[in-house]
């Protein structure tokens, strides 16, 4: 046999196998740029969700001067924009029947807020024709609760402020962690290292597991309406986690749209943190009737007379800079 004939035969037996490989790089080249839109997408959502959980239409509901994680979050105005720009993202502004659709491939939402946290995902109700039906809602908030081997609660916030109540005195007992040590009864509460660590944790596993419940019990209800595809809790790294429980924010999840092949997963986390200039509290000290002024960080000794942004109006005003009489922790 020639050299052309083989070549010939060569080409015959192998052009459509390598047509397909051809054609296999390009669709992955396709779905590796639809994921990398979604990711951005969905990333860029929960950030803006994640700004609008401390847009508040009311002052007091602004953060304390006690703590700078003190304030409503605000989960309506957090979804909202959440999924204005998702849809916008997704190239579905304008489509509601694929916003509604979308919705099923998103199991559950978490809004951590300062003393609990919501969940966002699917509930039973009757429609106006009297027949079953599913929407997503909000749950109630759940707070951060523990309770230790001796009956004693705990309720936990996103700092060390702390709500406890001691089962054989009957007494609710509420404030900073180290201004309650010794004084309540609660062991837990005098051990500020112990205290940190089953704080973070007990935050941690609250949120995962109404999570994972809730992402379960999608699988339910998307089956009952023709999806197949299994939801679940990915695996997210313990950093993540522990951003969960430093400050406001979201998590939402994505399982199971299909691209190409296969199927889209991910989730986001975006922050809600209220980024604050320092404040400077002005007070007279009554012993001598000198004038000073403290940060916001400090636990303040005496009445707060005035507020100043900065020292140097602090110093205009006639006080002066002092250091911290008894910092509070934040």
């Not at 993202?89 to 559950?108: C, E, K, R, V």
């Not at 109404?210 to 197949?228: C, K, Q, T, V």
């Not at 296969?262 to 200039?277: C, E, H, P, T």
Request: charged share 20%; proline share 4%; hydrophobic share 40%.
């Amino acid at each position: 046999m020639k050299i052309t004939d083989l070549a010939v035969l060569f080409t015959a037996l192998f052009f459509p196998f390598f047509m397909i490989l051809s054609m296999h790089a390009g669709n992955m080249q396709d779905i590796r740029y639809i994921e990398m839109k979604y990711t951005a997408g969905l990333r860029t959502a929960v950030q803006d969700g994640g700004v609008m959980l401390n847009v508040n239409e009311r002052q007091e509901m602004e953060a304390g001067y006690e703590s700078s994680k003190r304030f409503r979050a605000d989960k309506e105005k957090a979804l909202a924009a959440f999924s204005r720009t998702l849809y916008l993202n997704m190239g579905i502004q304008d489509d509601p029947q694929a916003q509604a659709a979308l919705w099923w491939y998103i199991p559950a939402i978490a809004v951590m807020d300062y003393d609990g946290y919501f969940i966002y995902a699917m509930e039973s109700f009757t429609d106006s024709e009297g027949n079953p039906s599913w929407r997503h809602a909000w749950t109630p908030k759940v707070p951060y609760a523990y309770a230790d081997g001796d009956g004693n609660s705990i309720h936990f916030t996103l700092d060390r402020r702390v709500e406890g109540y001691h089962l054989s005195s009957g007494t609710w007992h509420a404030g900073w962690q180290h201004e309650l040590a010794g004084t309540t009864g609660i062991p837990l509460l005098n051990q500020s290292q112990t205290f940190e660590q089953v704080r973070r944790l007990t935050i941690v596993h609250a949120v995962q597991e109404d999570l994972a419940y809730y992402i379960g019990r999608h699988n339910e209800i998307a089956a009952r309406n023709g999806i197949s595809y299994r939801f679940d809790l990915p695996v997210i790294s313990q950093e993540e986690w522990v951003n969960t429980v430093d400050d406001i924010g979201m998590m939402a999840f994505i399982q199971g749209i299909p691209v190409g092949d296969r199927y889209y997963n991910n989730y986001a986390l975006g922050g809600g943190r209220l980024v604050k200039n320092p404040v400077y509290y002005g007070v007279v000290d009554p012993t001598d009737g000198l004038k000073y002024v403290y940060r916001s960080t400090c636990s303040v000794p005496y009445e707060v007379h005035e507020v100043f942004d900065s020292p140097k109006k602090a110093a205009e005003a006639g006080y002066r800079e002092k250091s911290c009489y008894n910092p509070g922790v934040m």
